[in-house]
């Protein structure tokens, strides 16, 4: 018996449907009735044909005795040939015949990932891009997969198919936290993989905000003051501001990038938001009451005579108006 291959094998790439359609002849002739067929398989060094998990693709191929063979994609691997045996039987006529499959040649994606930012805030993302190889054909379709692995745990927490970027969320990730960005590309020859890290970026931390004097008047400046912060930059790329309620009830935002501020409150108790921000926005807050002593009018006339000098002595001012021109 003479098996021959009816279709012939275009060559394929690991990533298509391999399809094998024989038949069995006696004589030049089709076999009448039913031939049997078994399906073997070899590496051409010899090896049995296992795919990337280590899987006999054999046992994969079921047990049906026709003379078609349709394996999966990626069952076979780039690089490698294989020699796949049918062997048909019918009655006492019996037939070999080997197909080479040939995956040696061709190209896997050749490609560069980057990343707009390596860190993530709470409220950013990163978008991932991928830039191929130029010596490679655009029109070679490419199949692509993104996915947020995290180091410690291998877990996969996000996968983005078929498009050719991806925007990773600043929410999938935890403060100080280390992840790789998995991007894989698929061509008819095979897959290719290439990673980049990131880290959710951590707060300003570790620091303290104070204010001097501790015992403070009307009209008195003070001193608002960071110290210690610790940055994954460094300490000059902080920015510090405080906003509260100013004498006139409008409300006020100071910053700074040196860790102090100096202010003047209204009398009474002032509530201060206090924010260190780093250079990408992320920031950590406290709160502060600031509790100013109001003056006496006598006080209050002391402070204001340097404001008064020059005015006539001929000339009547009312409480209001001398607390008025003393008002910072």
Not at 61 to 78: A, I, K, Q, R
Request: a negative charge; aromatic letters at 8%.
């Amino acid at each position: 018996m003479e098996i021959v291959v009816l279709e012939g094998l275009e060559r394929v790439g690991v990533s298509e449907e391999v399809r094998i359609d024989v038949e069995g002849r006696v004589v030049g002739q089709k076999a009448v009735g039913d031939v049997e067929f078994s399906w073997e398989c070899r590496e051409e060094g010899g090896e049995e044909c296992v795919d990337s998990d280590g899987n006999v693709i054999e046992e994969k191929w079921g047990t049906e005795n026709v003379g078609v063979l349709t394996v999966p994609p990626y069952s076979f691997e780039f690089g490698k040939i294989y020699i796949v045996t049918v062997i048909g039987k019918q009655h006492s006529f019996a037939g070999q015949k080997e197909v080479f499959l040939d995956f040696s040649e061709g190209y896997l994606p050749e490609f560069e990932v980057a990343t707009s930012s390596p860190r993530l805030t709470l409220d950013s993302s990163t978008l991932v891009t991928v830039t191929h190889d130029p010596d490679q054909s655009e029109a070679d379709p490419k199949v692509y997969k993104f996915a947020l692995q995290d180091t410690q745990t291998d877990e996969v927490l996000f996968e983005v198919l078929d498009e050719e970027s991806a925007a990773i969320e600043g929410s999938l990730v935890a403060e100080g936290g280390n992840y790789n960005i998995v991007v894989t590309v698929k061509n008819k020859y095979g897959s290719q993989s290439k990673q980049v890290p990131i880290i959710g970026n951590r707060r300003p931390r570790s620091g303290t905000v104070t204010y001097s004097p501790d015992t403070i008047e009307e009209f008195e400046e003070i001193q608002l003051q960071w110290a210690d912060w610790l940055d994954d930059d460094n300490e000059d790329s902080l920015t510090y501001s405080a906003s509260f309620v100013d004498f006139k009830d409008n409300p006020q935002t100071l910053s700074s990038t040196i860790p102090k501020i100096g202010v003047v409150f209204p009398f009474g108790t002032t509530t201060v938001r206090t924010k260190v921000i780093d250079s990408l926005g992320d920031y950590v807050e406290s709160m502060l009451e600031v509790v100013v002593k109001e003056l006496t009018m006598t006080e209050k006339y002391r402070v204001a005579t340097p404001a008064l000098s020059g005015i006539s002595s001929s000339t009547t001012l009312t409480v209001a108006e001398v607390a008025n021109r003393v008002e910072l």
